[in-house]
């Protein structure tokens, strides 16, 4: 994964909330991903990063943080969207039901995509 990372434009990350924070699997993902880019040059300084979390109730904001500190500690750029990134869902597939949960990603698409032309 991580170099996939390093060779992509743009990044999107994201992961359901458990207990307030991001899954254990996406927490060792951006420690390992960040301690080796980090250590070798700042492989991800200037790439576009999203953060997308999908919670039942509530915990959303700690785990959205999360995710953004990872890309702002290594340099990256944080594209923004109508709301923040977050659709809510019990079950699997809930999510496609919380239409402003699928606007607020579309948005985000949109936005990731005319920032990643931008910056090409």
């Not at 496609?96 to 910056?119: C, F, V």
């Amino acid at each position: 994964l991580i170099e996939k990372m390093v060779q992509a434009d743009g990044i999107i990350l994201g992961s359901p909330v458990y207990f307030a924070d991001v899954t254990t699997e996406m927490k060792a993902l951006i420690d390992v991903s960040g301690y080796v880019t980090r250590g070798n040059g700042h492989l991800l300084k200037r790439k576009v990063g999203a953060a997308v979390t999908v919670e039942r109730r509530g915990g959303s904001i700690h785990a959205f943080e999360t995710i953004n500190n990872f890309f702002l500690i290594n340099q990256m750029i944080i594209p923004g969207s109508s709301y923040w990134n977050f659709a809510f869902g019990k079950n699997k597939g809930d999510v496609l039901a919380d239409e402003e949960g699928m606007q607020i990603m579309r948005t985000l698409g949109e936005n990731m995509a005319w920032l990643l032309k931008k910056l090409d």
